[in-house]
């Protein structure tokens, strides 16, 4: 009896401890993809399709592009009118033209994101995506092309092929719109 009362609490103890050097490992890799799903839904700004997506890499991708920066280079304007963040205003995102591209970098122009005909963002297939963001390379151009200038994909490259799926499925539902021309040239 004495025995048994001293061994148990030892074995809880040791159990403890596995359990405690474990679970914040485990339970914060799962609980920070979990919020960043649901994040990615609330700060998601246009009605999405979600047939037949995976929803959980949608929300993902929805966390990924809309902390990332991507609206403010592939939407152009940025910003409904009054709904300026940069000028103080409520922020309003474009959703009219939402990663519909369009946006002047000197000579280049960002690209239309949103899904073709075949659902495809910017036209490319997942590995057209992902070759292209891992080396700044459309596979589709010609040999000898230069990378991307303006793109940042040296950074966003670095992310996780889970990331990178998560973009890809992201863009694949937010509405389909005809590319968004630049304006002319600045002085
Ligand atoms: C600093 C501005 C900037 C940011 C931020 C940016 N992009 Fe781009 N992106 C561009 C420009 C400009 C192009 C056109 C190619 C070039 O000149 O680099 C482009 C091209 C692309 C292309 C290639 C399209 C094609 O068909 O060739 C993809 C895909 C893309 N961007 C996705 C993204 C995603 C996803 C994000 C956010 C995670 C993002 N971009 C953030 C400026 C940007």
Redesign the pocket.
């Known amino acids: 009896m004495k025995q048994s009362i001293a061994v148990r609490p030892a074995a809880l103890a040791i159990a403890a401890a596995i359990a405690i050097a474990a679970y914040p490992l485990t339970s914060s890799a799962d609980g920070d993809s979990q919020s960043q799903i649901q994040r990615g839904y609330q700060i998601n700004p246009v009605p999405l399709n979600l047939a037949g997506k995976n929803r959980a890499l949608v929300g993902l991708g929805s966390y990924?592009?809309n902390t990332?920066?991507?609206n403010?280079?592939?939407t152009s304007p940025s910003y409904a009118t009054g709904g300026n963040p940069f000028l103080g205003e409520p922020e309003q995102i474009n959703t009219a033209v939402f990663l519909a591209?369009g946006?002047r970098?000197g000579p280049?122009?960002?690209?239309?994101?949103t899904p073709d005909a075949l659902g495809h963002?910017?036209?490319?297939t997942f590995d057209e995506?992902k070759t292209?963001?891992r080396t700044?390379h459309?596979p589709d151009a010609a040999i000898g092309t230069p990378p991307?200038?303006?793109?940042?994909?040296p950074a966003?490259g670095k992310k996780t092929d889970r990331d990178l799926r998560a973009?890809y499925e992201y863009?694949s539902a937010i509405p389909s719109l005809p590319d968004n021309p630049p304006p002319p040239p600045g002085p």
């Open positions: 990924i592009v990332g920066g991507c403010d280079c592939h591209g946006q970098f280049f122009v960002s690209a239309n994101l963002p910017a036209g490319l995506f292209l963001l700044g459309d991307l200038q303006v793109m940042p994909w966003f973009i863009l």
